[in-house]
């Protein structure tokens, strides 16, 4: 079992920076991949970014690519959503993601980091709202 909390939410303004943590606990020695989702109200949830855990290979949505960077600090178990041009759109819960289980020898596409379904464990969120 691997336990996520995230934490660095919070109200800002349009143009602001922001810093996402979360902290992993548990079985952390076999992660082998680490991803941020978005949910807004009456929106279904979408994929933000990802990190591979082996390599630091990163993985981004259209949305945020040169606005959000994700980052890992392997020794304190980790990851890091960095944020900045933040933009009215970008208010939602954000939830931290891990993967346990081995990825597949050909996960180099987004598409594999961006699937829910490749995570197994999951966090409570951190709101963000952005106001205008």
């Known amino acids: 079992q691997v336990q996520l909390a995230e934490s660095g939410g919070g109200l800002v303004q349009a143009g602001d920076s922001l810093r996402l943590s979360c902290a992993a606990s548990?079985?952390?020695?076999?992660?082998?991949?680490m991803g941020w989702f978005r949910q807004a109200p009456g929106k279904e949830r979408e994929f933000v970014a990802a990190i591979r855990w082996s390599g630091g290979s990163t993985y981004y949505a259209d949305s945020v690519k040169g606005r959000f960077t994700v980052s890992r600090d392997n020794a304190k178990n980790t990851v890091h959503l960095q944020m900045t041009s933040l933009k009215p759109e970008d208010t939602a819960g954000y939830y931290c993601?891990?993967?346990?289980?081995?990825?597949?020898?050909?996960?180099?596409?987004?598409?594999?980091?961006?699937?829910?379904?490749?995570?197994?464990?999951w966090g409570l969120g951190t709101q963000v709202t952005v106001s205008s």
């Open positions: 548990g079985r952390t020695f076999s992660t082998s991949a």
């Open positions: 993601a891990a993967r346990i289980r081995p990825l597949p020898v050909n996960a180099y596409r987004v598409s594999t980091y961006s699937a829910q379904g490749t995570y197994e464990f």
